[in-house]
């Protein structure tokens, strides 16, 4: 496992700070998306209230925005694949070959992003003066709210994953899928997990409204996984990649 | 007053910022030699193919024809000259992001010191008195009036760096680099004193730690020497950039306690502004700094200007002449890291090696990475002429290729940031910071880090001092507003709701 581990960083260092920085340019892009959906949201004054209107907006400003980073990630490439094809024994090639490196990064940076700013307010009021579950409410809205945002993250991770692999290989179910998922986990949330509802035992069922999330989760992250998000940086990869196909088509190290 | 005078003096030299990245293609234009005097002068390129070479157009150091001899041979059969310069810029752009993470980690730390320091310590948002340059107060009745005295407050606060950097300027360009250093040397002696002292009082104060004033007299002395000391004369590279670090954040902790809200709002865009036409206009003070600094062959002001990173120590050798060429140039580059400060070329140095004969050091293809990574000193270039030397002996005839020489040279490569973008990045932080809201601060901090790396694409596309205040401080005023205004209310919905999006 050390030496699994030891392998994956030897594999990476070249191409750490490129993919800090699609990390970095990925949390950009779902600000702006995040950005465009509110003014949507904030601009259609009568339906400010309905949250339902936001939220289906917001979700597909995100993978709308998933897909124009896709796009310029793909012109980025071009451009650089020829430089890299010129060091074709050099190791910066490794994120021209493996695709799901760039997928996994930028769904990884969505991911943070949206988890930053769902949790991050909470976080700091968990600080704060006030103290939760004093007057009956749910003591464990802290921790429910921590575990939702972990399951978004890596969800958005493996949306990036599934999605990307649907645009490279012209899948283009899977993008729908990707976007019909996203829409149908957000709107779950929908009226599911008010906080007065922990607070009485009768009320629990609703969890239950977040009872697909879980597996779904995992069953993402298995497919995600099983189109190399993670495998992609072994090494046997590495040993049969032999550099860039001279044609110039991307090489997708999966079994997929 | 007298206190807040200097500071203000020193934080209006701050402000003159750009980001700099040196071309050898451009330095020939301006100065003669290539080889830096400084330490704080960049490389851009790290002796690959075609710059060296191509470096002694105006003809002032090689004559034409060995210049284009060299460019053949140096790119073989295969690749024209211009695809090798496409190709070249290219590969800056792959080795670039490299160097964006480097620049990024001390605007972000700078930048997470001053958002852990408002937010956790009372002191930098209350209010209590304003500085000299802001005296029209904010809290008036009517709207108009406000944004009148906001402007006033504005214009003088832009006047003041104005005159500041155009005094400085003139300083520059008639030589009184005692007068300058002086002044340097009194801002950063206030502000690793006095605000410092400030700070540490407060800070011992927020967590009600007791200390007594020999330890504090002790603590304070021992960091303010050692902070001038490598600040204005030299020391450890990482210490240096972190006194420089935290002189920024004192600095901008210091405009967030004294500096008015929309006052300081305006101001970062006043000065965002000021920045675009200083660095960018023919005439502009910091571009004619930059130049006549080039011209002189002189760093500007270590007190001024966070000096990236490190010295890239490239050593290329041309592989055999068997290979096909387009591979052969990048596959040899063999680099290595050296602190900062070891490798000094000097002039005259310089001049040594620039002017040895340069078809006289063909055949120097021994691999000498391994036995020069243990010494890059400053009498690098004498020794790899002495090597030279006896290649040439051995060799008996200059030989076909002649591009070692040069792409063999210490090459210092990196990007630099004025002080001032620390500064005004980290107010705009934690200005946002200040209200509260975690977003707005996330989204900040976001924005203008994107607005940075998009700077130095802008850099590596242009080649030339760009302004890096402008494009960074937009996105993060843009983002400031909106998010106050429209994320967190639409962010807030969906957190009653426990919506995830």
């Known amino acids: 496992m050390t030496n699994n581990a030891h392998v994956i960083v030897h594999a990476l260092s070249p191409v750490i700070h490129e993919l800090m920085l699609v990390f970095l340019k990925s949390a950009f892009f779902w600000l702006v998306s995040l950005l465009l959906s509110s003014l949507w949201w904030f601009a259609v004054v009568p339906l400010r209230e309905q949250l339902a209107f936001g939220l289906v907006f917001s979700v597909i400003f995100q993978e709308a925005f998933r897909l124009v980073f896709y796009v310029l990630i793909r012109k980025a490439e071009i451009g650089l694949k020829r430089v890299w094809r010129e060091e074709a024994g050099g190791s910066t090639s490794a994120l021209v070959n493996n695709k799901s490196l760039i997928a996994y990064v930028s769904g990884f940076g969505f991911g943070v992003i949206s988890g930053a700013f769902s949790l991050v307010n909470v976080l700091a009021d968990m600080t704060g003066p006030g103290t939760i579950g004093l007057h009956g409410n749910p003591q464990n809205f802290f921790i429910t709210s921590a575990v939702l945002t972990l399951c978004f993250i890596l969800l958005h991770t493996c949306w990036g994953v599934v999605f990307f692999n649907g645009l490279e290989k012209k899948r283009y179910y899977q993008v729908v899928i990707v976007l019909l998922s996203h829409m149908l986990i957000s709107c779950l949330g929908r009226n599911g997990l008010h906080c007065e509802h922990l607070a009485r035992p009768a009320e629990w069922w609703k969890w239950f409204n977040f009872g697909p999330l879980f597996p779904y989760t995992v069953s993402v992250r298995v497919r995600a996984n099983q189109l190399a998000s993670v495998a992609c940086c072994y090494p046997s990869d590495f040993g049969r990649r032999g550099g860039i196909l001279a044609d110039g088509e991307a090489f997708w190290p999966t079994i997929y | ?501």
Request: charged share 20%; hydrophobic share 40%.
């Open chain 2, 1 to 501: 007053m007298d206190t807040q005078a200097q500071n203000q003096g020193f934080e209006v030299q701050e402000d003159d910022i750009e980001v700099a990245i040196r071309q050898p293609g451009q330095d020939s234009g301006r100065t003669t030699a290539d080889p830096e005097s400084g330490e704080v002068v960049p490389h851009h390129r790290q002796g690959q193919t075609s710059p060296p070479h191509r470096l002694p157009a105006d003809g002032t150091l090689l004559d034409q024809g060995e210049h284009t001899t060299q460019v053949d041979q140096s790119h073989g059969q295969s690749s024209s000259e211009d695809e090798a310069d496409d190709d070249d810029s290219e590969n800056e752009i792959v080795h670039g992001a490299k160097h964006v993470i480097m620049l990024f980690i001390p605007v972000i730390l700078c930048m997470l010191v001053v958002v852990t320091t408002i937010s956790s310590i009372g002191f930098y948002t209350k209010r209590d008195g304003y500085l000299i340059y802001t005296p029209f107060s904010e809290n008036t009745d009517s709207n108009a009036k406000r944004i009148r005295n906001v402007l006033g407050n504005t214009f003088i606060m832009l006047g003041v760096v104005v005159v500041m950097t155009t005094v400085l300027i003139l300083l520059y360009k008639y030589k009184c680099y005692k007068v300058i250093h002086g002044w340097l040397i009194m801002a950063s002696l206030l502000l690793l004193f006095l605000f410092s002292y400030v700070y540490l009082g407060e800070v011992l104060r927020n967590y009600n730690v007791p200390m007594d004033y020999i330890t504090v007299i002790l603590i304070m002395w021992n960091f303010g020497i050692v902070g001038l000391i490598c600040i204005h004369w030299k020391g450890p590279l990482h210490l240096q950039q972190a006194y420089l670090i935290m002189i920024s954040a004192l600095m901008g902790l210091i405009f967030i306690k004294y500096l008015p809200d929309w006052t300081l709002w305006f101001v970062l865009a006043a000065i965002s502004i000021w920045d675009l036409v200083a660095v960018l206009c023919p005439k502009g003070p910091l571009r004619i700094l930059v130049e006549t600094a080039q011209e002189r062959n002189e760093p500007i002001f270590p007190a001024l200007i966070y000096s990236s990173t490190m010295v890239w120590v490239v050593t290329t050798v041309e592989p055999d002449a068997g290979n096909d060429s387009g591979t052969s140039n990048i596959k040899a580059n063999n680099m290595e890291l050296v602190p900062l400060g070891e490798t000094t070329v000097t002039p005259e140095e310089s001049t040594v090696t620039e002017s040895s004969p340069r078809q006289d050091n063909g055949g120097f293809t021994e691999r000498n990475g391994d036995h020069e990574a243990r010494q890059r000193r400053r009498d690098e270039v004498a020794r790899r002429e002495v090597q030279q030397r006896s290649c040439r002996d051995e060799q008996g005839e200059p030989a076909t290729r002649v591009s070692v020489q040069q792409s063999d040279e210490p090459k210092e490569r990196g990007v630099k940031l004025g002080l001032g973008d620390f500064v005004f990045y980290s107010v705009l932080v934690g200005k946002a910071s200040s209200y509260g809201d975690w977003n707005t601060t996330i989204a900040c901090f976001v924005a203008i880090l994107i607005g940075l790396s998009f700077t130095l694409i802008l850099l590596a596309i242009f080649r030339k001092a760009l302004p890096a205040l402008p494009v960074s401080i937009t996105f993060g005023l843009v983002f400031y507003f909106s998010t106050r205004e429209i994320i967190a209310p639409f962010m807030e919905l969906c957190s009653v709701n426990q919506v995830y999006i």
